[in-house]
């Protein structure tokens, strides 16, 4: 029998990076060791001697190890649900959401919904009730609700659409006496509701999208398992997939972090949701409530707070022309030009990387080095390009070549700390994170980032410290103050996101 021992610090490591590359999946540091019983359990069940043969079994390609990822992901994830879940949230739906949707689709009546994650099926339900009770004539449209999970065994019990009393937990007489039928201790779910929802087996990570349009999605309790990496390739598939004007409903605070410059967020008393920006058109106003927008300044994922323009404390070299040397006006007037067309170059970078054209940003960037070699801003630029390609590495040396010309600069602290954090150097990326927090003490992002990591290393104490930390600075800053490490939300509303998050304190 295969004991704790057999598996290795290196070989639990080599588990942990399959998972976030395959999935996405984060093991905090607090869950290593039920993580690790897990393993033991299915290299058992499977009659294995030597855990690094699982591995190699999960990493295979075969039938076999597919079959394998669907016993051991469920496993790792709460997939526990329920009808009506998360009330405040709902209410945003019926209130405000729906009725916009359904007044813009009156001419086609197709509506389309994505519950990302939907387990066993409540939540794609109780959406689909949602519906039917906003729409008096809901059986004239076309109402299309997906339902997609990676737990194979979660989607057979939903389409089966079969529940017992747990799952109705907090649900109205009226609603279960309407919707269901009792059948001894079970409650199954009437037809007409099962018809309008469809589930599909979805890895959200690693498979490709092919929805067609969402008029929502709605993507809660997900992202918390998932990487930053993997958080911004799913969003960017949900953007791709959106209606214009579509939305996004996630759960509180599971984007924090996150370049989100694509999206509109639009807060109300409920919570928070996104819409996408269509062609640079204005969002749809639902009730009169005015779109909360984000200028378009962030450089690409990963989010660092926008650079500002550093001032040579160098003297001007004396060109070697024969004719003006000495001419203190002249050299004046080409350093001057000199500086403009870096200043140039560099703007020209930033819009490229927005645009993810890397090669060409690079391009620009290595002009600039070419007339001043100790450019803070083009080292930090190349950083992040490294840093967005994955090359983490060139990254760090990058950014730690602009901290050499510029050690007070916040920037490359927090793309480093970023990286750090992603390539489970944690106590890296703390140090980085308080670092910042010494150079700005009014720093939100760093504080939620440092609760953040405490949070995975089980460290609760430390993690709420951080945490109330970052909403003392908010409740002290101006209300309309741009937080830039959070997607320029205004202090207000991240501190109303905050303050509604599921956080316990």
């Given at each position: 029998?295969?004991?704790?021992?057999?598996?290795?610090?290196?070989?639990?490591?080599?588990?942990?990076?399959?998972?976030?590359?395959?999935?996405?999946?984060?093991?905090?540091?607090?869950?290593?060791?039920?993580?690790?019983?897990?393993?033991?359990?299915?290299?058992?069940?499977?009659?294995?001697?030597?855990?690094?043969?699982?591995?190699?079994?999960?990493?295979?390609?075969?039938?076999?190890?597919?079959?394998?990822?669907?016993?051991?992901?469920?496993?790792?994830?709460?997939?526990?649900?329920?009808?009506?879940?998360?009330?405040?949230?709902?209410?945003?739906?019926?209130?405000?959401?729906?009725?916009?949707?359904?007044?813009?689709?009156?001419?086609?009546?197709?509506?389309?919904?994505?519950?990302?994650?939907?387990?066993?099926?409540?939540?794609?339900?109780?959406?689909?009730?949602?519906?039917?009770?906003?729409?008096?004539?809901?059986?004239?449209?076309?109402?299309?609700?997906?339902?997609?999970?990676?737990?194979?065994?979660?989607?057979?019990?939903?389409?089966?659409?079969?529940?017992?009393?747990?799952?109705?937990?907090?649900?109205?007489p009226s609603v279960i006496q309407t919707y269901f039928k009792k059948v001894k201790k079970q409650y199954h779910l009437d037809d007409n509701i099962k018809r309008m929802v469809r589930f599909h087996s979805v890895n959200l990570v690693k498979d490709s999208f092919s929805f067609g349009e969402i008029d929502l999605f709605i993507c809660r309790n997900v992202?918390?398992?998932?990487?930053?990496?993997?958080?911004?390739?799913?969003?960017?598939?949900?953007?791709?997939?959106?209606?214009?004007?579509?939305?996004?409903?996630?759960?509180?605070?599971?984007?924090?972090?996150?370049?989100?410059?694509?999206?509109?967020?639009?807060?109300?008393?409920?919570?928070?949701?996104?819409?996408?920006?269509?062609?640079?058109?204005?969002?749809?106003?639902?009730?009169?409530?005015?779109?909360?927008?984000?200028?378009?300044?962030?450089?690409?994922?990963?989010?660092?707070?926008?650079?500002?323009?550093?001032?040579?404390?160098?003297?001007?070299?004396?060109?070697?022309?024969?004719?003006?040397?000495?001419?203190?006006?002249?050299?004046?007037?080409?350093?001057?030009?000199?500086?403009?067309?870096?200043?140039?170059?560099?703007?020209?970078?930033?819009?490229?990387?927005?645009?993810?054209?890397?090669?060409?940003?690079?391009?620009?960037?290595?002009?600039?080095?070419?007339?001043?070699?100790?450019?803070?801003?083009?080292?930090?630029?190349?950083?992040?390009?490294?840093?967005?390609?994955?090359?983490?590495?060139?990254?760090?040396t990058n950014g730690n070549r602009a901290l050499q010309i510029d050690c007070f600069a916040i920037a490359p602290h927090y793309l480093l700390a970023q990286i750090a954090e992603e390539t489970g150097k944690l106590e890296e990326a703390k140090s980085l994170l308080k670092k910042i927090i010494y150079l700005e003490p009014s720093s939100v992002g760093a504080?939620?980032?440092?609760?953040?990591?405490?949070?995975?290393?089980?460290?609760?104490?430390?993690?709420?410290?951080?945490?109330?930390?970052?909403?003392?600075?908010?409740?002290?800053?101006?209300?309309?103050?741009?937080?830039?490490?959070?997607?320029?939300?205004?202090?207000?509303?991240?501190?109303?996101?905050?303050?509604?998050?599921?956080?316990?304190?």
């Amino acid at each position: 029998m295969v004991n704790k021992t057999s598996l290795s610090s290196d070989l639990q490591t080599s588990f942990h990076h399959l998972l976030s590359k395959r999935i996405g999946l984060v093991i905090r540091e607090s869950e290593r060791e039920t993580f690790v019983n897990k393993l033991l359990l299915r290299i058992e069940v499977l009659n294995l001697s030597n855990p690094k043969d699982y591995y190699l079994f999960l990493k295979g390609n075969s039938q076999e190890s597919e079959k394998e990822w669907q016993h051991l992901v469920p496993s790792l994830t709460n997939n526990e649900s329920y009808f009506f879940r998360d009330k405040q949230q709902l209410q945003l739906l019926q209130d405000n959401i729906f009725p916009e949707i359904i007044s813009r689709k009156q001419i086609d009546k197709t509506i389309r919904v994505c519950s990302a994650g939907c387990s066993t099926g409540e939540e794609p339900y109780s959406l689909a009730i949602l519906l039917s009770q906003l729409i008096p004539n809901y059986h004239e449209w076309n109402l299309d609700i997906l339902g997609v999970d990676i737990n194979q065994e979660a989607l057979r019990r939903a389409k089966k659409g079969v529940y017992n009393p747990w799952s109705l937990r907090g649900v109205s007489p009226s609603v279960i006496q309407t919707y269901f039928k009792k059948v001894k201790k079970q409650y199954h779910l009437d037809d007409n509701i099962k018809r309008m929802v469809r589930f599909h087996s979805v890895n959200l990570v690693k498979d490709s999208f092919s929805f067609g349009e969402i008029d929502l999605f709605i993507c809660r309790n997900v992202f918390i398992y998932f990487n930053l990496t993997a958080i911004a390739t799913v969003l960017d598939k949900f953007h791709g997939s959106l209606h214009p004007h579509g939305y996004l409903l996630t759960g509180h605070t599971e984007l924090s972090g996150q370049n989100l410059h694509k999206f509109t967020a639009k807060v109300f008393s409920q919570s928070l949701i996104y819409q996408r920006r269509a062609n640079n058109s204005m969002p749809a106003k639902i009730n009169n409530i005015p779109a909360v927008t984000h200028e378009k300044k962030n450089i690409s994922k990963p989010l660092i707070p926008p650079l500002t323009p550093i001032k040579s404390t160098q003297k001007s070299r004396a060109y070697s022309s024969l004719s003006v040397k000495n001419d203190p006006i002249y050299s004046t007037a080409k350093t001057a030009i000199k500086q403009l067309t870096n200043e140039q170059l560099i703007k020209t970078a930033e819009d490229l990387i927005k645009k993810e054209r890397y090669d060409a940003a690079i391009e620009k960037v290595k002009k600039v080095l070419k007339n001043n070699p100790n450019n803070f801003q083009a080292y930090y630029l190349l950083a992040q390009i490294s840093a967005n390609k994955g090359l983490y590495e060139e990254a760090v040396t990058n950014g730690n070549r602009a901290l050499q010309i510029d050690c007070f600069a916040i920037a490359p602290h927090y793309l480093l700390a970023q990286i750090a954090e992603e390539t489970g150097k944690l106590e890296e990326a703390k140090s980085l994170l308080k670092k910042i927090i010494y150079l700005e003490p009014s720093s939100v992002g760093a504080y939620l980032d440092l609760s953040h990591i405490y949070t995975q290393e089980g460290d609760d104490k430390r993690a709420v410290k951080m945490y109330q930390e970052s909403l003392n600075i908010l409740k002290k800053l101006p209300p309309n103050t741009p937080i830039v490490e959070r997607a320029n939300l205004t202090a207000s509303q991240l501190l109303f996101q905050l303050q509604t998050a599921n956080f316990v304190l």
